[in-house]
Each structure stands twice: as structure tokens, then as C-alpha cells.
């Protein structure tokens, strides 16, 4: 009669055992539930992303600088400190790269032409880690005079701090209005970062 009622009590003890253990299966699939439905995993890229050649995943890591043409504020660009220069022709809405003829991978400040939204300066920089030249040889005043369907270095100049690697952000360059022609304007100022400031009287 002992061993029956000790057998019985190991038995409850052992159902005890198990029935916790499957409340806590539940407790904890419940849960696994609750999380996948907050967390959801996304692409890198979109379908129009991969359509349209975006190589998705980072990207771009800094926006240095954006300005809207003011003869057009619908036509605005962007430099980036490691994707380029872009373009916006509907207010920024949608955006595409122009970077053929820029072979910096990015830059510190764009500006455009305020009577010719076609006409885009950039300084463009391409950043730490050089070899001895390398750097020099790709930063530089950059324009464009198609709307950045391409880009021509019209003059070497660091604007970029090697010996401390800081970028520098803000506007780089000014115009001087009262010199437009009737299809630029032609007195421009651009300041570097070792070499001080130059002007240009020919657009």
C-alpha cells in the first residue's frame, strides 16, 4: 500500500514536471509569434531599385551637400561623401546618379548656376586612406554645363584636410550675379582648403 501511494505521488510530481514544461513551450512559441509579426525581413533593394540599377545595401553614407537650381526649384542635385553627385528633376521626388566625368567617389559641396539650372559646380574630394598624389589628382572644382549628364575637372585643389582627415562642409563657392551673359554667369569664387581662394570671370 506504501509503494502504491509513493508510485502514485512520483507520477503526479512527474505530470506536474511536464505540464510546466509545455506551458513553457507554449509561453515562449506564443511569443516567437508575437516577434515575427513585429519583425519582418525586407530586401536590400526594391524591385524598381534593382530594375532601375541600384546596387542597394548601404549606398551612400553622408549627404555633404544639396542645392536647388533657382531658376528651377524643381531641378535639384546632391553630393555624397562616397556615391557622387544626383539628380532630381521633379523637386526631389525621385532621383538618379550623374556621375559620368566625376572620378572622385564624392565630394563637399554643390552649388548651380542662379540663372542657368544646367550649370553645376562641384568640390570634389575623394577621401582618406591615398597614396602620396592620388588624392590631388581627383579633388578639384568640377562642372558641369549639361545638367550633370556629365562633368569636366576644370582645376585641381585639395578641399580636403589630409593631415587630420576632417571634411569640410558648407557651401564652397559664390557667384556673382550682376555677371550673367544672358547664358551663365561668369564670375565665380571657390575657396579652397591649402591653396585660398580663386575666382573664375569665365564661367
Not at 505521488?9 to 516567437?32: D, H, P, Q, R
Not at 542645392?67 to 524643381?74: C, E, G, L, V
Not at 557667384?175 to 547664358?183: I, L, N
Request: proline share 2%; with cysteine; net charge positive.
Amino acid at each position: 500500500m506504501t509503494k502504491s501511494v509513493e508510485n502514485k505521488g512520483v507520477k503526479e510530481k512527474s505530470g506536474l514536471k511536464f505540464t510546466k514544461v509545455l506551458i513553457t513551450v507554449i509561453i515562449l512559441s506564443l511569443a516567437a509569434i508575437v516577434l515575427a509579426q513585429e519583425w519582418q525581413q525586407i530586401p536590400l533593394r526594391t524591385a524598381k531599385q534593382k530594375a532601375a540599377g541600384l546596387k542597394g545595401g548601404e549606398g551612400c553614407q553622408q549627404i555633404m551637400d544639396i542645392a536647388y537650381a533657382p531658376s528651377n526649384p524643381k531641378v535639384v542635385y546632391l553630393i555624397s561623401d562616397t556615391s557622387q553627385t544626383w539628380k532630381s528633376s521633379d523637386g526631389g521626388f525621385n532621383w538618379k546618379m550623374c556621375h559620368n566625368g566625376l572620378h572622385a567617389n564624392g565630394g563637399f559641396s554643390i552649388v548651380v548656376d542662379p540663372n542657368n539650372e544646367n550649370i553645376v559646380f562641384v568640390a570634389s574630394c575623394i577621401g582618406r586612406g591615398l597614396s602620396p598624389g592620388t588624392e590631388k589628382s581627383l579633388s578639384g572644382i568640377c562642372r558641369s554645363v549639361n545638367g550633370a549628364e556629365s562633368w569636366q575637372m576644370v582645376k585641381k585643389v585639395r578641399f580636403f584636410e589630409k593631415s587630420k582627415g576632417q571634411k569640410h562642409q558648407g557651401k564652397f563657392f559664390a557667384f556673382d550675379k550682376s555677371s550673367f551673359d544672358g547664358k551663365r554667369t561668369k564670375v565665380i569664387y571657390a575657396g579652397s582648403y591649402e591653396e585660398g581662394f580663386y575666382k573664375s570671370t569665365d564661367g
